[in-house]
């Protein structure tokens, strides 16, 4: 059976800082028509980082949209065009003030593919050394440490809810 959609129409009805909205008419694979709401997102990076004593730093930051402190791993958007790695790189220093020596990437991941076009690019970080820290002038966040086993357990018992923090922990410890 054919599952491919094909776009009769594509109208934008918002644009902001980080989204842009879209409503598309459709052709179903049955011929129907029908309409597709979703959101274009420049996509991002999550990274567990792991140091030498087997923790790994996340990061505590209010969340809006769920009126909640939420802890997670390492995260930022992607500027157009760059390299998943790069950005990964940027936002690690950013916010834990630490770059890593090695680098492994633990895949891409769609994280809401209902109604939005975002990726996000995972990697594990290991031989950590210190830097600076240097957030965004929007950025507030705690950096913690919680040993990965730990982790491992908050995410299988509920307490860390992230997507994107239970899918790369998971991989890299299946990795590791």
């Known amino acids: 059976m054919e599952l491919h959609e094909k776009t009769l129409e594509s109208r934008s009805v918002f644009e902001g800082r980080l989204l842009k909205v879209y409503a598309d008419q459709i052709e179903l694979p049955n011929g129907a028509e029908g309409t597709r709401e979703y959101i274009r997102h420049p996509g991002g990076v999550g990274i567990v980082a792991l140091t030498d004593g087997g923790e790994v730093l996340l990061v505590r930051q209010y969340r809006y949209p769920y009126g909640e402190v939420v802890t997670e791993i390492?995260?930022?958007k992607r500027d157009p065009g760059e390299d998943?790695?790069?950005?990964a790189q940027r936002e690690l220093e950013e916010e834990t003030g630490m770059q890593a020596a090695h680098w492994?990437?633990?895949g891409?991941?769609?994280?809401?593919p209902g109604y939005t076009d975002e990726v996000d690019?995972?990697?594990l970080a290991t031989g950590l050394h210190a830097t600076a820290a240097h957030l965004d002038e929007d950025e507030f966040l705690?950096?913690?440490r919680i040993p990965l086993r730990t982790l491992v357990e908050q995410i299988m018992d509920?307490?860390?809810?992230?997507?994107?923090t239970q899918l790369a922990v998971l991989k890299a410890i299946r990795l590791l």
């Open 142 to 144: 705690d950096v913690v």
């Open 104 to 106: 492994e990437t633990l």
């Open 108 to 112: 891409a991941m769609y994280p809401t």
């Open 74 to 76: 390492p995260a930022g």
């Open 121 to 123: 690019y995972l990697f």
């Open 84 to 87: 998943p790695l790069t950005t």
């Open 158 to 164: 509920g307490s860390i809810p992230d997507a994107k």
